[in-house]
Nanobody, 123 residues
Framework: VQLQAFGGGLVQAGGSLKLSCAAS????????MGWFRQAPGKEREFVAG????????SYADSVKGRFTISRDNAKRTVRLQMISLKPEDTAVYYC?????????????????WGQGTLVTVSS
């Protein structure tokens, strides 16, 4: 599977961005998908995840209430809507696919990764 993330950019604190991840190359509609981020000098961390049908989602505590993950299986796309952005949200954001049946927060459980898209939130 190939994943391509896009939609990052520079935004002021309090602003919004929507990231998208397009999947190609294999079945997508049955895959659990996740968004991760990695800030300079920090470990890659889980941000949000979605079950194969979108009925079950999970979020890191730091983004709950501000970020929303969604997916459109017909368009083979998973999105991350981000509002009320903070400078600490600045990072490269990655979409990823896991073969586990449920959302997992462990990066090691994800076997396909997009190339990342940079989100910069200015104060």
């Amino acid at each position: 599977v190939q994943l391509q993330a896009f939609g990052g950019g520079l935004v002021q604190a309090g602003g919004s961005l929507k990231l998208s991840c397009a999947a190609s190359g294999r079945t997508f509609s049955r895959d659990v998908m996740g968004w991760f981020r990695q800030a300079p000098g920090k470990e890659r961390e889980f941000v949000a995840g979605s079950s194969w049908n979108g009925d079950s989602t999970s979020y890191a505590d730091s983004v709950k209430g501000r970020f929303t993950i969604s997916r459109d299986n017909a368009k083979r796309t998973v999105r991350l809507q981000m509002i009320s952005l903070k400078p600490e949200d600045t990072a490269v954001y990655y979409c990823a696919r896991t073969g586990t049946p449920c959302v997992t927060t462990l990066p090691s459980e994800y076997d396909y990764w997009g190339q990342g898209t940079l989100v910069t939130v200015s104060s």
